[in-house]
């Protein structure tokens, strides 16, 4: 871990190399001591020669998904403040996030002040009051997609089968970014 002194260590991992080293100056700027990963096995592999006390987790990288990677480092040290961000935010996600082990959870486009709070909030002191204005049915199918799917643990053909949908008819709904509430 960190000696008293030195600033704390962030890993980021995120396979987007551009929001990564943004993200990764912003916060370095803000007196972290940052690591970037481009994958999860990356990311793991600088956990253990770092032993950062937070870590930002893309969802959806190359290889390992965000998930696998948020349970392997709440393993590797359970005080990690862990704050997971994507583009394709559900409902199931976030849950599924949270009981990995993770702090927070972010629906990307994230600013470092957003991380900055996530990374610092309690579990309890961040979730949002509830929105008076119901979900659309849009949203509401988007996100009975998304439990389904985690339910199958990401197998396609499965979810498909379980939502009584053709296969390719659920790939083109997951490819679509998330409608808005």
């Known amino acids: 871990m960190n000696s008293p002194s030195s600033p704390p260590r962030l890993l980021i ?70 704050v997971v961000l994507t583009g394709y935010a559900s409902i199931a996600t976030a849950v599924e996030a949270i009981k990995l082990g993770a702090t927070h959870y972010l629906a990307k486009p994230a600013d470092a002040d957003q991380v900055l709070a996530a990374l610092g909030a309690a579990p309890q002191d961040h979730e949002p009051p509830p929105d008076p204005r119901p979900l659309s049915v849009e949203r509401m199918e988007w996100e009975h997609i998304q439990r389904v799917l985690a339910e199958h643990e990401g197998n396609i053909s499965a979810t498909a089968r379980a939502l009584g949908m053709h296969r390719r008819t659920l790939q083109r709904k997951l490819f679509k970014h998330p409608p808005r509430a």
Do not use: K, N, W
């Open 13 to 82: 991992a995120d396979d987007d190399e551009t929001f990564r080293e943004v993200l990764g100056r912003a916060l370095s700027r803000r007196g972290f001591e940052v690591v970037l990963a481009q994958d999860a096995g990356t990311a793991m592999d600088l956990a253990r020669a770092h032993a950062p006390a937070y870590a930002v987790v893309d969802l959806r990288m190359p290889g390992a998904s965000g998930l696998r990677l948020v349970e392997s480092l709440r393993r590797m040290s359970d005080p990690m403040r862990i």
